[in-house]
């Protein structure tokens, strides 16, 4: 079973959990894990990193 869309969050700044081909992890390879992300379920990237945006924006309070 998936995550819901309105819970999904993007991390990639784990070091010790590197993409494939990178030596480390990093924040600047979030659109990489939102890009796989995407691909599994079969939207948009764009999607992804906006509803992931969105829902930091609420869990974290930012903006109110």
């Known amino acids: 079973m998936l995550v819901p869309e309105s819970r999904l969050l993007m991390e990639s700044d784990a070091p010790y959990f590197p ?3 990178n ?5 600047n390879q979030i659109y990489e894990a939102a ?5 599994c379920r079969q939207v948009p990237v ?3 990193l906006s509803q992931t945006a969105d829902n ?3 869990l974290y309070r930012l903006g109110e």
């Open 23 to 27: 030596k480390w992890s990093a924040p």
């Open 56 to 58: 930091a924006k609420s």
């Open 19 to 21: 993409l494939r081909g």
């Open 46 to 48: 764009e999607s992804i």
């Open 35 to 39: 890009a796989r992300v995407a691909e």
